[in-house]
């Protein structure tokens, strides 16, 4: 069995016949009704297609636009009239004036008896991916038919599978393709149903190929006492969440024949990782017939919205068609809109597509008689019905519309395959082009009265599924297609030009008072123009907008006043219309407040301020603005008027006054690394420094400062309004000493050195603790100076000594004079470097040791035994060790003269 696009088993026992012989293409009148167009401007219209082959027969079952402003049209076509009952694909591309660029079919071998796609996807490289199903002659099951078409209609590879069960067990089954999803990386999701024999159960069944074709992993999870079908799928990061079906074939099960599942698998595994189930609820009859959502739509917000027809269309059940839409967050239920037909809609005829911006298309198809049967298209905007239309068709019927697309202008695109009652043989696909502007026709419907919109409601319902059906697919070729291109004729049978260029929004009241009554705001559009407005305020002032027509709308607001737009737009031809209107929310006063009383101080002034946004404004001399100005004393008042007609007052009285006098302190002065404070007296409200120099604050009433020259600071505070007292000091600003001081030198090991500065100072500070003007150092390192100066300005410099490499030698003088002169009194070593031992001793003529000493600072004074010793010859012996050296000896005589 082939699904709703049956003609493989011809359930309405629809006979092919040979299209009528006056049907042709109107090549220049079709093409002249586009170019010719005025600017903003659209054209609704019906078409015919036929075969250029007499006894070929083509069914139109899908249609998409394509990304280059294309249509990409697909079906199947038969040769029924020349005995060959079988059915092969045609794929067709048209521009955006909707003539053929191409049209080819693709027929399979002998041994298939239907080839049927009915599933059309562009892909990203602009490549055409369609499904559907197969039979052969050979057993009683379809299975899955997957192409991929260049976009020239090339074929690139073909694929066809059988689910592996249903080859084991033989029994009657067919797989329902709903539809075709690609994400960035290429990946393909095809999302299907399984139906087996009549009784059983149906699975769901979601499989991912790559662009190839290869099946990467499938999954069917059962519960084996509910029958799913997959709708559709969308990618939410790691996720795909699939929306379906979800029915109970038992009684111990919550679920009634129709429920709604979402499905969450792994991307990279298909691993189910989580399930949910609705119920509907609120009216008995529908979840009998529920489940049968055969479209999805990923919506403006990130929603997900199902929609399509009921099941209980089998029994012409008047709740034709429903809508469901969710969050893919957490699969909450957000919203229901039930779809019910006014004359009972046929069997397999009803269509139902929401669009993401909330705009919808429902058709159903009404048969009165044998003869006669009417097609009913209608327009609506968030459940608001916007357009319902009506067209007759006598001698010829019409079986599968394809489901509607949108256009960015707002109109609605659809195909429908056309036949004769008399003989039930095709006759043409039409294509259909609807405006909700379109005027009364014949040829594109008359308005009537055909649905009404209720709310419906859902409830959670409990079901576990396990994750066992895996490797379903079972890839099974039946050898490669041939492909030819088919002749193609188009009749122009009906044109409108629909003209909406122009937009004004009104309100019923530009200005009201604080209550909780809506606004309510209309468009005015060119006359027949029934565009939809979409409504929109960026105002946190705009509670919501709740639309009641097709141009018209409710405002609801927030708490508070003020000015806030509503603008409203709809698409056309040339892009967005648009257009707003102002609204003024005035506020209650309650009271009226313009202040506390003034002092008028010299050349202020003072702004009283009523508040905009109220009715009326009356000041004492008879001025009506929302501000007054005060700069002289006087009484001043105001009588304001809101909105709500309340009436308050309010008076201002403002004296003369003088400013007071104030004292920052005697100038003063600072060194120049030094920062001065300045105090102000308290109890001003402002205090304004200047100049913006060397400052911590311009705003404080004590700042710091800290100026590298003489400045003079100006201080203006005010205490009342306008009142300023200032001040001025001046800071004088003394340098500081510097380079007073050497600040690096060298010295041989043992030698001394004298640290001074190069110039006076009143006080001194060594780091070695002293205090004089000098120190005398005979060692390296580090070494600092305080000084204070005059004027009392601190400084510190430092002074690094290091040593430098020397002449290490030990001398001995040859002769002495002790007479106490203070000049070469003593007989010692001098000594150039570091000794690490020493040892003198002197010996007089008779070999007496008359001196001896181990310290090279220490020398002989002449005296032995307190005596002094005569002058005369003396021998000496040295024994030393410089450092860095060997030990040496020395000897030799010294002569003392006295």
């Not at 576990?464 to 890839?475: C, I, K, M």
């Not at 860095?884 to 020395?890: I, N, R, S, T, V």
């Amino acid at each position: 069995m082939f699904p709703s696009f049956s003609f493989g088993k011809n359930p309405n026992n629809i006979r092919l016949a040979k299209p009528a012989q006056n049907i042709s293409l109107k090549t220049k009148n079709f093409t002249d009704a586009f170019t010719g167009a005025v600017s903003c401007t659209d054209t609704s219209l019906n078409l015919s297609y036929t075969s250029g082959i007499d006894s070929l027969d083509l069914l139109v079952a899908d249609m998409i636009p394509a990304k280059n402003g294309d249509y990409i049209i697909i079906g199947g076509y038969s040769d029924f009239r020349n005995n060959q009952a079988n059915f092969a694909s045609f794929v067709m591309k048209v521009d955006s004036a909707f003539h053929p660029k191409w049209i080819k079919k693709y027929k399979a071998l002998a041994s298939l008896t239907n080839h049927y796609w009915y599933k059309v996807k562009e892909l990203n490289d602009n490549s055409i991916l369609v499904a559907g199903t197969f039979d052969t002659q050979a057993n009683s099951f379809d299975g899955l038919t997957v192409a991929r078409i260049a976009d020239n209609g090339d074929l690139i590879w073909n694929k066809t599978f059988y689910p592996r069960q249903w080859l084991q067990t033989q029994d009657w089954c067919w797989i329902e393709v709903n539809q075709l999803m690609q994400e960035q990386d290429n990946s393909i999701y095809i999302s299907c149903r399984e139906k087996g024999t009549p009784g059983s159960s149906n699975n769901g069944l979601l499989a991912k190929l790559d662009l190839n074709g290869n099946v990467l992993w499938d999954r069917n999870p059962t519960e084996g006492r509910i029958s799913t079908g997959y709708l559709g799928s969308v990618i939410r990061g790691n996720k795909v969440i699939t929306f379906g079906r979800t029915a109970a074939w038992s009684p111990s099960i919550p679920i009634p024949f129709g429920g709604t599942g979402v499905y969450v698998f792994d991307k990279a595994t298909g691993n189910l990782i989580q399930c949910k189930a609705y119920n509907q609820i609120g009216n008995p009859t529908i979840g009998q017939h529920w489940g049968n959502l055969l479209e999805l739509t990923e919506m403006n917000n990130g929603d997900v919205s199902m929609s399509g027809r009921l099941l209980g269309e089998y029994s012409n059940d008047l709740q034709a068609a429903a809508s469901m839409q969710f969050k893919t967050t957490d699969l909450s239920f957000v919203k229901g809109s039930m779809y019910n037909a006014i004359y009972p809609p046929a069997t397999y005829r009803t269509k139902l597509k929401i669009f993401p911006d909330g705009n919808s298309f429902f058709s159903y198809s009404y048969y009165p008689n044998q003869f006669t049967h009417y097609d009913f298209f209608i327009q609506s905007f968030n459940d608001i019905l916007i357009r319902q239309r009506r067209k007759l068709f006598m001698a010829n019927g019409t079986q599968d519309q394809t489901t509607a697309i949108q256009t960015n202008a707002g109109s609605y695109i659809f195909m429908l395959n056309k036949y004769d009652s008399a003989d039930n043989f095709l006759r043409s696909s039409e294509l259909y082009k609807l405006n909700a502007s379109d005027s009364n026709s014949t040829c594109l419907g008359t308005d009537v009265a055909a649905c009404f919109i209720d709310a419906i409601n859902v409830e959670d319902a409990q079901i576990n599924f396990t994750d066992s059906g895996r490797n379903v697919l079972l890839d099974t070729p039946f050898g490669p297609l041939t492909v030819s291109d088919i002749p193609i004729q188009i009749q122009q049978n009906c044109m409108q030009v629909v003209k909406c260029d122009s937009l004004k929004i009104i309100s019923n009241i530009d200005t009201l008072c604080n209550t909780s009554s809506p606004v309510l705001v209309t468009a005015i559009r060119n006359k027949n123009c029934r565009s939809v407005i979409s409504w929109n305020s960026n105002s946190p002032l705009v509670q919501s907008i709740q639309s009641i027509t097709d141009s018209s709308a409710l405002v609801w607001l927030n708490n508070g006043s003020g000015e806030y737009y509503i603008s409203g737009s709809f698409n056309t031809s040339c892009g967005i219309l648009s257009d707003s209107v102002k609204l003024t929310k005035s506020r209650s006063a309650q009271s009226l407040n313009l202040g506390p009383d003034l002092k008028i101080c010299g050349n202020s002034s003072f702004l009283l301020n009523a508040n905009r946004g109220f009715k009326k404004y009356l000041w004492q001399n008879n001025s009506t603005d929302s501000v007054f100005l005060v700069n002289t004393p006087g009484t001043y008042y105001v009588t304001i008027t809101d909105y709500c007609n309340i009436v308050y007052t309010d008076t201002v009285i403002a004296i003369a006054w003088q400013p007071e006098l104030i004292d920052i302190g005697i100038d003063t002065s600072i060194c120049n690394k030094d920062t001065a404070i300045l105090t102000a007296p308290a109890g001003f409200v402002s205090y304004n420094w200047t100049p913006n120099y060397k400052i911590s604050d311009t705003n404080s009433q004590i700042v710091k400062v800290y100026p590298d020259l003489i400045t003079k600071y100006y201080l203006a505070a005010e205490k009342n309004p306008g009142c300023l007292s200032t001040d001025s000091i001046e800071i004088s600003v003394y340098t500081l000493p510097n380079n007073f001081i050497f600040h690096d030198t060298l010295i041989c090991s043992q030698e001394n050195i004298i640290l001074q500065p190069n110039t006076s100072f009143d006080n001194y500070l060594w780091s070695t603790g002293s205090t004089s003007n000098q120190i005398n150092v005979n060692s390296k390192g580090t070494y600092w100076l305080h000084v204070t100066d005059k004027n009392g300005c601190v400084e510190k410099e430092f002074i690094t000594v290091n040593t430098k490499p020397c002449l290490t030698i030990i001398y001995f003088p040859n002769t002495f004079t002790p007479n106490n002169d203070g000049k070469n009194d003593i007989f010692k070593a001098g000594v150039y470097g570091v000794l690490k031992q020493y040892q003198l001793i002197v010996y007089n003529r008779y070999g007496q040791k008359v001196f001896e000493t181990f310290d090279s600072g220490l020398g002989w004074d002449g005296f032995f035994l307190g005596k002094k010793q005569n002058q005369g010859t003396y021998t000496w012996l040295a024994k030393y060790q410089l450092e860095g050296k060997l030990p040496e000896q020395q000897n030799g005589t010294i002569l003392l003269i006295r």
